[in-house]
């Protein structure tokens, strides 16, 4: 924070990295993507040829059909909400300001084919909240979707619809289905929920050793020609972090991966977890007793046939051993390929990307 502001070419860059049109950028959600290059130098501070007017969220979305990247910049003061287009090229080729949206914390959205699904939850900008991040949870915020068509006009013709109160912080996926309803998935707090994985965050006295969370799995189901929401939790394990094979971002998949967490009662643990939508099974990789697995990435086999033909790649930090270790899971099974030990540990990851050297840089 400057005294004109925040300067948004200051940035931790730690919290995703993906590489859209050939350029590795390296995210966080308060200030411009930090370009690196093929060697993981710092190139600097990324603005799209200066077509990029606010910070740049960590979860852009590329489209798998058009090779667009979809994102959004979120503010606490307004414009709270601004919504970017860039090309397969990397050029920014539509930006909107969002109208109706409000400083509730942004991290995370979803994308249809033909809309942009935004997600406010109950959890807003809070300047008496000294911790560090000055966000908290407010029963006066209400919580709702947001469904944008993609189209020129779209901004102007977004519709909000409210829903229960809660925090999703992460969207697994959202599609179109044959009716026509947004269905969007992701896990999601509660109050309670929040306020016990926000301690972990902030390092509130009496938090646990361990992260945790309460965050569960919901299912929205947004009916545009009735105008209404049905929403219902889907699973009782507690996860965050969903994956999936991204090139049904968009589009109904039928698997998604998650990171499940022990909850207050020791039911669950460390893992790595495979949901199946077609059936409703759930399988989990155990990581094992303080063993916390970063995001599972999902990387697509050569000549996959199959959703699942694939890999999951996560960073497993071992907090009893002080050591970190990246798993390869068969995405299909959820058996061990390999373990890649590492020297030492290194930080706890939080996102991540599979990013292959045929890649042009
Ligand atoms: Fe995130």
Same mark, same amino acid.
């Given at each position: 924070?400057?005294?004109?502001?925040?300067?948004?070419? #200051?940035?931790?860059?730690?919290?995703?990295?993906?590489?859209?049109?050939?350029?590795?950028?390296?995210?966080?959600?308060?200030?411009?993507?930090?370009?690196?290059? #093929?060697?993981?130098?710092?190139?600097?501070?990324?603005?799209?040829?200066?077509?990029?007017?606010?910070?740049?969220?960590?979860?852009?979305?590329?489209?798998?059909?058009?090779?667009?990247?979809?994102?959004?910049?979120?503010?606490?003061?307004?414009? /709270?909400?601004?919504?970017?287009?860039?090309?397969?090229?990397?050029?920014?080729?539509?930006?909107?300001?969002?109208?109706?949206?409000?400083?509730?914390?942004?991290?995370?959205?979803?994308?249809?084919?033909?809309?942009?699904?935004?997600?406010?939850?109950?959890?807003?900008?809070?300047?008496?909240?000294?911790?560090?991040?000055?966000?908290?949870?407010?029963?006066?915020?209400?919580?709702?979707?947001?469904?944008?068509?993609?189209?020129?006009?779209?901004?102007?013709?977004?519709?909000?619809?409210?829903?229960?109160?809660?925090?999703?912080?992460?969207?697994?996926?959202?599609?179109?289905?044959?009716?026509?309803?947004?269905?969007?998935?992701?896990?999601?707090?509660?109050?309670?929920?929040?306020?016990?994985?926000?301690?972990?965050?902030?390092?509130?006295?009496?938090?646990?050793?361990?992260?945790?969370?309460?965050?569960?799995?919901?299912?929205?189901?947004?009916?545009?020609?009735?105008?209404?929401?049905?929403?219902?939790?889907?699973?009782?394990?507690?996860?965050?972090?969903?994956?999936?094979?991204?090139?049904?971002?968009? !589009?109904?998949?039928?698997?998604?991966?998650?990171?499940?967490?022990?909850?207050?009662?020791?039911?669950?643990?460390?893992?790595?977890?495979? /949901?199946?939508?077609?059936?409703?099974?759930?399988?989990?990789?155990?990581?094992?007793?303080?063993?916390?697995?970063?995001?599972?990435?999902?990387?697509?086999?050569?000549? !996959?046939?199959?959703?699942?033909?694939?890999?999951?790649?996560?960073?497993?930090?071992?907090?009893?051993?002080?050591?970190?270790?990246?798993?390869?899971?068969?995405?299909?099974?959820?058996?061990?390929?390999?373990?890649?030990?590492?020297?030492?540990?290194?930080?706890?990851?939080?996102?991540?990307?599979?990013?292959?050297?045929?890649?042009?840089?």
């Amino acid at each position: 924070m400057t005294e004109h502001g925040p300067d948004l070419t #200051a940035s931790v860059a730690g919290t995703h990295v993906i590489e859209h049109a050939g350029r590795l950028l390296a995210l966080c959600e308060a200030n411009f993507p930090f370009e690196l290059d #093929a060697e993981l130098e710092t190139v600097g501070a990324y603005d799209f040829d200066g077509k990029l007017r606010s910070a740049m969220t960590a979860h852009p979305k590329t489209d798998p059909v058009t090779g667009e990247l979809h994102f959004f910049g979120s503010s606490p003061f307004p414009p /709270y909400l601004l919504y970017y287009i860039a090309d397969a090229k990397g050029q920014i080729v539509h930006s909107a300001e969002i109208p109706g949206a409000t400083a509730s914390l942004k991290h995370d959205f979803a994308i249809t084919r033909h809309h942009v699904v935004f997600i406010e939850g109950s959890v807003t900008f809070d300047p008496a909240e000294h911790s560090g991040i000055p966000y908290g949870w407010s029963d006066a915020q209400p919580s709702r979707i947001g469904v944008m068509p993609r189209t020129a006009d779209g901004a102007a013709r977004i519709r909000w619809f409210d829903i229960e109160p809660g925090n999703m912080l992460h969207a697994a996926n959202a599609y179109e289905d044959a009716q026509g309803r947004i269905v969007l998935e992701g896990p999601t707090v509660d109050r309670e929920g929040f306020q016990l994985s926000w301690n972990w965050w902030v390092g509130a006295p009496g938090r646990g050793t361990e992260p945790n969370t309460r965050s569960y799995t919901r299912r929205w189901v947004v009916d545009l020609a009735q105008g209404r929401v049905d929403e219902q939790t889907i699973d009782d394990l507690a996860v965050e972090f969903p994956t999936l094979n991204e090139d049904y971002v968009g !589009a109904e998949n039928r698997y998604t991966y998650a990171v499940s967490f022990p909850d207050q009662d020791g039911y669950g643990g460390y893992g790595v977890v495979k /949901y199946d939508r077609a059936t409703g099974a759930r399988r989990v990789h155990q990581a094992g007793d303080a063993r916390l697995p970063s995001e599972a990435v999902f990387v697509p086999a050569e000549g !996959a046939a199959n959703e699942d033909d694939g890999y999951l790649l996560t960073v497993v930090s071992d907090l009893k051993q002080d050591a970190s270790q990246l798993l390869v899971l068969d995405a299909a099974g959820l058996d061990r390929i390999a373990t890649v030990h590492l020297p030492r540990r290194v930080t706890g990851g939080i996102h991540g990307s599979w990013i292959p050297d045929t890649t042009d840089q």
